[in-house]
């Protein structure tokens, strides 16, 4: 087992540069057994969201974008209450089981969690957190394929069972040459990631057994005594989660790879995706088939590893401080479930030389694709990716991001800036920090800093229509209050929500909100407009926003208003799809013309 690298960014950048050229040899070629998952599954969490998915993995495999031999499946959670995750996993055992029967026992699977709405990232909101589109590859690459080429050497050391993740995350390593990731040991085994005492309140710290070696290695398997899930740093402390460097840390704080670590010797271990085997998942699934229907919110990661472990103690079913809705089932069917669990090995590979990054936010989105140094260089992240734009001076360190679009010579957009699957005419001016998707600009326009414009195809009674979301990209979509005196307390780009429909001409009735009237919110609030072209839709959509902005009338009366909630229900994934193609080929016929050109 070697030791920890001298220098930690270069080889974290080698080792990711590997796995992404291993993938792309396999994109489009069936792959021999034990080479790839024979299984690899996406939870959604409705009928819509599964049909969106579905479409976009039979794109991918009919564009030969994905490995072929595999099968690939969208599990849909049940109708009616949120089930969480944890939930999601069960539900996902059960539609394995009756798929396959007893083969699934020696298949080797990969879970992706997707089912969420993405509202902390409305522009994945439509088509899926784990359809994200990322700044390189020709064609570009999506989150999926990133998962993939990310644990392209897990299956190949890996005993059957299943591999839990989520779609909005990324996790890079490096390991010796001759050093593979084992998932052999029954039970659970979860990867490890050392990272700041901050950093590990808001995700799981394991808390492990002591360790002989006295210099840390790029990969150490360790046993974990308990897993805290969200803990205070006082927590931290009081469980002895709390590691102290070895000589690795003293090269990689010097190195720099790992800053969240400067500022404090101190750090903790946290988590990012788990492996359970397939003993253990059979036994979660005669639980789930003996509860039959699930009312509460289970967390895979809270619910699951907290079991784990021979410190684990009954305790954490009773805490709902991390719990976004209490239901009344709640702490009886953890408690259930810690008694199934309790006893069950959590084994933990550590990975020294790693880095866990999340973007399932638009700030987080926005900082990575356009501010980020360290991930642009790790993953071979470029400004501008598959796309018709003047190129952006490289001596710029904080730039704009511009992905599988064509865009005007003569527009101009601002640093931090990111546009995807967008078309921008010679009058577009784009601010400081924004997010366009899916737009289609070819009037004069100026779009203020921070602001987020995303434009999804409708089809309404037979017709295809647009809308488009434009709002601030720091505004809370998900904040919401449970009566009409108290929207007041929303803000849309900045401005009391009161006062905005006092702009756009709009009355406080019930009838302003969709869904849930008890449960107000940005989220489902009917202020955006439908239009008949995608050029109309953005066009109203930026005066409403600039109205706001100007504290200048502009009436919402004469349009069919939709909320976020009922774009999604009405979202036509097909046209998008369709319109995201024509794009390419644009684009591709274009560097056709300029290879041939410059020959």
Not at 245 to 251: E, S
Not at 492 to 497: D, I, L, R, S, T
Request: net charge neutral.
């Amino acid at each position: 087992m070697a030791t920890a690298s001298a220098f930690p960014g270069v080889s974290l950048r080698e080792a990711t540069q590997r796995r992404l050229r291993r993938f792309s040899e396999l994109r489009g070629k069936p792959v021999a057994a034990g080479e790839f998952w024979d299984i690899v599954a996406i939870t959604a969490a409705d009928d819509k969201q599964e049909l969106a998915y579905k479409q976009q993995l039979s794109e991918k495999l009919k564009k030969k974008e994905l490995p072929l031999g595999v099968q690939y499946h969208v599990f849909v959670d049940p109708a009616g209450a949120k089930i969480g995750n944890g939930g999601s996993t069960l539900c996902a055992l059960r539609c394995l089981e009756k798929l396959y029967g007893d083969e699934w026992n020696s298949f080797t699977i990969l879970l992706i969690h997707s089912g969420g709405y993405s509202q902390r990232l409305p522009n994945a909101s439509a088509l899926g957190k784990i359809f994200t589109a990322l700044p390189f590859g020709s064609p570009i690459y999506q989150m999926l394929e990133l998962k993939l080429a990310m644990y392209i050497d897990f299956p190949s050391h890996m005993n059957p069972g299943i591999l839990v993740t989520c779609a909005d995350d990324i996790e890079l390593y490096s390991i010796g040459e001759s050093e593979y990731i084992r998932f052999d040991k029954p039970g659970f085994t979860a990867l490890a990631h050392p990272s700041s005492l901050t950093v590990g309140t808001t995700h799981g710290v394991f808390v492990l057994e002591p360790f002989n070696y006295l210099e840390h290695r790029d990969l150490e398997y360790r046993s974990c005594r308990r897993f805290l899930h969200k803990p205070s740093i006082e927590k931290m402390y009081q469980f002895d989660a709390v590691c102290r460097p070895r000589n690795f840390f003293q090269q990689s704080l010097a190195g720099g790879d790992i800053p969240s670590l400067k500022l404090d010797p101190e750090y903790v271990y946290t988590d990012s995706l788990f492996y359970m085997d397939h003993k253990t998942a059979k036994k979660l699934l005669a639980f789930y088939e003996k509860i039959g229907t699930l009312n509460c919110e289970i967390d895979a990661y809270g619910d699951f590893l907290q079991a784990l472990g021979p410190g684990a103690t009954v305790e954490y079913t009773r805490n709902i401080s991390n719990v976004t809705k209490e239901e009344s089932e709640l702490v009886d069917m953890r408690q259930r479930i810690f008694h199934l669990l309790k006893g069950t090995s959590l084994n933990v590979v550590v990975l020294n030389n790693s880095k866990f990054y999340h973007i399932g936010t638009t700030e987080e989105y926005l900082f990575h694709f356009t501010s980020d140094s360290n991930l642009k260089s790790e993953l071979g992240l470029q400004s501008i990716a598959f796309s018709i734009f003047p190129a952006i001076p490289e001596c710029s360190s904080n730039k704009s991001c511009i992905i599988q679009s064509i865009l005007d010579s003569r527009c101009s957009v601002a640093p931090g800036s990111v546009v995807e699957y967008s078309r921008l005419g010679p009058d577009v001016s784009v601010g400081e920090n924004c997010i366009i998707s899916g737009s289609y600009i070819i009037t004069t326009a100026v779009l203020s800093a921070h602001s987020f414009v995303c434009s999804l195809s409708l089809k309404m009674n037979r017709h295809l229509k647009y809308s488009t979301m434009a709002c601030g990209v720091q505004d809370n979509l998900k904040k919401n209050v449970k009566t009409l005196s108290d929207i007041k307390l929303l803000q849309f780009f900045g401005v009391c929500f009161l006062s905005c429909l006092d702009i756009w001409n709009l009355k406080v009735t019930e009838e302003l909100f969709s869904g849930n009237k008890t449960c107000l919110s940005l989220w489902n609030a009917r202020i955006f407009p439908v239009c008949s072209s995608l050029n109309d839709s953005v066009t109203t959509s930026l005066k409403m926003l600039n109205a706001v902005q100007n504290k200048s009338a502009f009436s919402l009366n004469k349009y069919k208003l939709l909320s976020i909630e009922e774009m999604l229900f009405y979202k036509d994934v097909e046209d998008m799809i369709t319109y995201r193609e024509q794009i390419f080929l644009e684009i591709t016929l274009n560097r056709k013309q300029s290879d041939l050109e410059t020959s």
